[in-house]
């Protein structure tokens, strides 16, 4: 905040006079270097030395899991699997149809059987005269023991 700087910056001249000499690169100390500024003066400066990149780690090559190859190897195998039994479909498509409205015949059938089997049944039991039941109950006094018979004609 100050509207003065308290010291002088002094610049070796562009021109160097044979007072100052020229510094050879091997001269010139580490972390400074010959640096240009805007106005176009060359002068030393101490400067940042560039940071030191971090070593890249070394790969290191792992092995492939075990389901990884087996994921692999049978990939192929299973879309062979279902190409193969596409086409299989593809010709017996024909016959399925062929199956499924036999099946729904037989569907047909036995629930017709089912419906007209108890009825035949029912009608070749049938006597051809109803029997006749007769039942004779007598008993002798307010608590006395009954008997009867029971006739089938």
């Known amino acids: ?71 692999a190897l049978l990939a192929p195998t299973v879309g062979g699997g279902i190409a193969a039994a596409s086409v299989g479909l593809s010709y017996a498509a024909p016959g399925l149809i062929a199956m499924s409205h036999a099946l729904w015949s037989a569907v047909a059938l036995i629930a017709a059987g089912a419906v007209v089997v108890p009825l035949v049944l029912r009608a070749a039991r049938r006597p051809a005269a109803p029997a006749q039941i007769t039942q004779n109950i007598t008993a002798t006094g307010l608590f006395g023991k009954a008997t009867g018979t029971i006739n089938h004609r």
């Not at 021109?15 to 000499?21: H, I, L, R």
């Not at 270097?33 to 560039?50: E, I, K, S």
């Not at 890249?56 to 092995?63: E, F, K, Y």
Request: aromatic share 6%; proline share 20%; charged share 5%.
């Open 1 to 71: 905040m100050h509207s003065q700087t308290p010291y002088e910056i002094t610049t070796l001249p562009a021109q160097p006079s044979s007072a100052y000499g020229e510094m050879l690169p091997h001269e010139i100390p580490p972390g400074v270097q010959l640096v240009t500024l805007p106005g176009g003066v060359r002068t030393l400066a101490y400067t940042q030395p560039p940071a030191a990149a971090a070593p890249q780690p070394v790969p290191v090559a792992q092995p492939i899991p075990t389901w990884a190859k087996t994921t």
